[in-house]
């Protein structure tokens, strides 16, 4: 069950990065579209004010160096164990 999760968590991470590109461009259409002042009276004034996401505010379970660390533990355990 552990590894559907990491399989879970790992698919949503790769998705924010298309989030953020959506998101990147929605602001950049709409700046085009209504100007600066537009923007700035509707109270958008970062990319961030358009469209907040959930991740941007929590803090990481575990570092990005823990899970390397942790993912090469298991590549090397099971390496280990498949030459059994």
């Known amino acids: 069950m552990w590894e559907v999760r990491c399989i879970i968590r ?3 991470r790769r998705q ?3 989030w953020s590109a ?3 461009q929605t602001y950049h ?7 600066t002042e537009g923007m700035r009276s509707a109270g958008v004034n970062k990319t961030s004010d358009l469209m907040p996401f ?3 505010n929590e803090a ?3 570092t990005e160096d823990e ?5 090469a533990e298991l590549e090397a355990l ?3 164990s498949s030459g059994h």
């Open 10 to 12: 790992g698919y949503t």
């Open 16 to 18: 924010r990065s298309l």
């Open 22 to 24: 959506t998101r990147w």
């Open 29 to 35: 259409i709409m700046l085009a579209q209504i100007g």
């Open 54 to 56: 959930p991740w941007e």
């Open 60 to 62: 990481p379970i575990i």
């Open 67 to 71: 899970e390397a660390r942790i993912l």
């Open 78 to 80: 099971n390496n280990s």
